[in-house]
C-alpha cells in the first residue's frame, strides 16, 4: 500500500469469494466451472469463452481487476 502511495497509485480492496467460478468475460457464476483446481470453463452457450480452458487463476485475477475498476469509480472519494 506504501508503495502504491509513493507512486501516485490507488489501492482498491475487492472482495474474494466467487472470483474463481465466475466467468470474467460473462459473469456466470457456476461452481462447475471449475474442472480442477488449476482448469477453468465458461459453462455458458452464449459467452464467447465457452469451451475454452482458462488458469482458474488467471480469471480470478481478471474479475479482480473488473471489480476493482467498477469499485474505485464508485469510491473515487474515499483516501488510499
Known sequence: KQKLENRHGTFVLTPAP????????????????RESQAVFTCANKLCELHGIHQHADINAAKNHLKNAKFNSKADASLPV
Do not use: A, H, I
Request: positive net charge; glycine residues 6%.
Open 18 to 33: 466467487y472470483t474463481s467460478v465466475t466467468c470474467y468475460r460473462c459473469g456466470k457464476r457456476d461452481k462447475k466451472q
